[in-house]
């Protein structure tokens, strides 16, 4: 659903009260494009089965539209009624449109292939590959290949959702870790090996870094960093404040200079993957900023860095 000046809107979504969510449905519908994820449920009434479709989730809504709009139309249908927030921003969940219509493809190929995580993204990371996949439905997904009840799944995020998709067996994929280093070795770049002592996390950070010579090594990179986005929700639990503040600027000082070698060609059409990574860094450092629990010195560092780094990357466009 374009907005008026044609743009893609993305979505966003909230959590209803059984009861009402139908009433709230169709308010939403009058204005804007909305999305109820159901399963098939088999019932035995007396002497047979009957078929019954219900939502997977109990009161999940998905509205696609402005969020500022959404969230003021939902407080004339009911003042209680709010978007769900990232955990890790604090700010609104907003799921790209190629995202979402991708989720509902393939709700409609087999709702059955969705199920609802009960953990965070990153709690899947130990022992699983992250994976960018390159054809089908869910081409341009990233996530962990995981396997559940013999089933070969996907786990990746939809917002701050984490949902596992089925039956991803036609599908290919490229191996990000296995990409990195390769790419790294042909450059001469070293990197580390399991057999190595334990390394900071700033020395992994680093890693992912190598000088990008096409669209697959932006995406490469750019998958591996989301990685480390997605990280600082659990940071952030444990109140890493100053571990998330530094990885931010870290993540934005390698991007920034990463950007600059791009070639002319390949950056005006191939960085939007490393730029959304940067997007989503600073908007880290903007909640760390605002957060009461974050001492004065650490804010005031942030401020620092970031001055700086919008003046050496100019192009990152650095709220300061």
């Known amino acids: 659903m374009p907005s008026a000046n044609g743009k893609i809107v993305t979505w966003c979504y909230l959590f209803v009260h059984h009861t009402k969510v139908e009433r709230v449905n169709e308010k939403l519908k009058e204005r804007f494009n909305t999305f109820i994820h159901k399963s098939i449920v088999y019932k035995q009434v ?4 009957k078929k019954e479709e219900r939502p997977t989730i109990s009161g999940l809504l ?10 003021r139309m939902l407080h004339e249908i009911d003042p209680a009624l709010y978007l769900m927030n990232d955990c890790s921003t604090h700010r609104t969940a907003v799921i790209p449109d ?8 393939v709700s409609q190929m087999d709702e059955n292939r969705i199920r609802f995580m ?11 590959p992250l994976v960018r996949v390159t054809s089908g439905v869910l081409s341009g997904f990233e996530g962990y290949i995981v396997r559940i009840s013999r089933d070969k799944c996907l786990v990746t995020s939809v917002g701050d959702i984490t949902v596992a998709i089925g039956g991803i067996h036609k ?3 490229e191996n990000i870790e296995t990409y990195l280093r390769l790419r790294r070795e042909e450059q001469k770049l070293g990197g580390f090996s399991a057999d190595d002592e334990v390394l900071s996390w700033q020395k992994e950070l680093e890693s992912c870094f190598f000088h990008p010579e096409n669209q697959l090594d932006v995406v490469a990179i750019a998958g591996r960093l989301h990685q480390w986005i997605a990280e600082t929700h659990n940071w952030m639990q444990e109140k890493r404040y100053a571990d998330i503040a530094e990885m931010a600027c870290l993540l934005l000082e390698k991007t920034g200079a990463c950007l ?3 070639d002319a060609g390949l950056h005006v059409g191939g960085s939007k993957d490393l730029l959304s990574v940067c997007r989503d860094a600073e908007q880290i450092l903007s909640v760390l900023a605002a957060d009461a ?4 010195e650490l804010k005031q560092y942030i401020f620092s860095r970031k001055q700086s780094l919008a003046v050496r990357y100019p192009f990152l466009s650095l709220q300061v």
């Open 260 to 262: 600059l070698s791009i």
């Open 293 to 296: 629990g974050v001492s004065a």
């Open 46 to 49: 007396k002497n047979h089965v």
């Open 62 to 71: 998905f509205v696609q539209g402005d969020n500022c709009d959404i969230q």
């Open 98 to 105: 190629r995202v979402m219509q991708a989720f509902i493809r």
């Open 171 to 173: 599908e290919t994929f």
């Open 118 to 128: 009960p953990h965070a993204l990153s709690y899947y990371s130990t022992g699983h």
